[in-house]
């Protein structure tokens, strides 16, 4: 249980932070930006060429587009601690219930090709609104339970205990390597439990958001609760980044042994993830949340970041638009004169300016959808 000590030093931080954070709103806002733009160049990849870092590594590896979930991931950590109130925890029944919610929309989004055609799109249960709601829900139930270093002590033991766990041999004999997709534990759970709602099939399939992957995914967003303390207490600009610098090291280390796989959430994957996170944070929270006014209405990253999930789930839903005649054309303009990875960049960048134009119109009215 977290020590009287303690409680008392986070609600007077809490009492002198009434303010939102204007670094987590941009940092979340930078995060939806960035899923958009690997979703959108994924989209566009059936197509034509497009640059590799924004595409997802293969298995081992790291590329921007990498990047992008874990970090929505440490951020719904940091949200936990920085909204908690020591004199009003959250409830559980409005945790699960969000949790639900989520959970229950990244279903509709996963499979709402489905819901259109039977036969031509296979079902999934996994994905990354599901993942993002059962970490929320375990986390934010937890954190009133805990201190900050039983939190960080949580995380690290996770992160030990998955290496060994990945390295249990298949008990469909597979060989186990960690460098080949699907040849290891926690790849034949998927198999096992998820069966066609997988999303990789055949005799080495996974699913990227797989039922044991989700546990490392869960010491992610510990970590973002931890950073969020620090955020809570003040003065957290210098811890977060050589924390995160730190993570970085140690997950470049680790990954020569433990490979750095997004596909397998490896804890050598979480470190480097999570690490560069925590150095963006603390970028932002130097630069943004200095003074005491209020945040700035209608900006990119802001207008995103305050209805980042709304952000999230309409971009998914209307991404066919990159299938247009008035999308198309500029890259079809461009491919001739500047190559067709350049010119790819094109259509996405008006496709995010769309939809920022729908959110800044939002933010100025004050209008946010919770989830």
């Not at 899923?35 to 060429?49: D, E, F, H, K, T």
């Not at 993942?131 to 375990?138: C, D, E, K, L, S």
């Not at 290891?184 to 099939?201: I, K, P």
Request: one cysteine or more; proline letters at 6%.
């Amino acid at each position: 249980m977290r020590d009287v000590a303690e409680a008392a030093d986070l609600e007077h931080a809490q009492a002198g932070k009434a303010r939102r954070l204007r670094s987590l709103d941009a940092l979340r806002g930078l995060t939806v930006v960035g899923m958009i733009l690997v979703n959108a160049s994924a989209a566009l990849s059936y197509r034509g060429p497009v640059f590799p870092l924004l595409l997802h590594a293969e298995w081992a590896g790291f590329t921007i587009a990498d990047t992008v979930f874990p970090a929505f991931i440490v951020m719904v950590g940091v949200s936990i601690a920085v909204a908690s109130r020591p004199d009003r925890p959250l409830a559980k029944a409005t945790a699960l219930a969000r949790a639900g919610r989520l959970i229950l929309l990244g279903l509709l989004l996963t499979n709402m090709f489905k819901l259109w055609s039977f036969d031509a799109f296979p079902w999934r249960l996994p994905g990354v609104l599901q993942r993002i709601g059962i970490v929320y829900a375990a986390t934010a139930l937890l954190y009133p339970r805990t201190g900050t270093r039983t939190r960080a002590l949580l995380a690290g033991f996770i992160l030990l205990l998955y290496w060994p766990l990945c390295l249990i041999p298949s008990p469909d004999g597979l060989p186990t390597d960690l460098w080949v997709p699907g040849h290891n534990f926690v790849s034949w759970v998927d198999r096992t439990l998820l069966g066609a709602f997988a999303g990789e099939q055949g005799p080495a399939g996974y699913d990227p958001e797989g039922v044991l992957s989700t546990l490392p995914a869960f010491a992610e967003c510990l970590i973002g609760a931890v950073a969020g303390d620090l955020l809570r207490r003040g003065r957290a600009g210098r811890p977060l980044a050589a924390g995160g610098a730190a993570m970085i090291a140690g997950g470049l280390v680790w990954g020569l042994a433990f490979p750095i796989a997004k596909k397998l959430w490896t804890s050598s994957f979480v470190l480097v993830s999570a690490g560069l996170t925590l150095v963006l944070l603390a970028g932002f929270h130097a630069w943004l949340d200095r003074g005491e006014a209020p945040a700035r209405r209608g900006g990119l990253l802001g207008s995103f970041g305050r209805n980042a999930i709304t952000a999230y789930a309409l971009h998914e839903a209307v991404i066919f638009l990159l299938g247009s005649s008035a999308l198309k054309a500029p890259y079809q303009w461009l491919a001739p004169q500047v190559g067709p990875q350049v010119a790819a960049l094109a259509p996405v960048a008006l496709f995010i300016a769309l939809l920022w134009c729908l959110f800044a119109s939002m933010d100025r009215r004050g209008w946010y959808v919770k989830i």
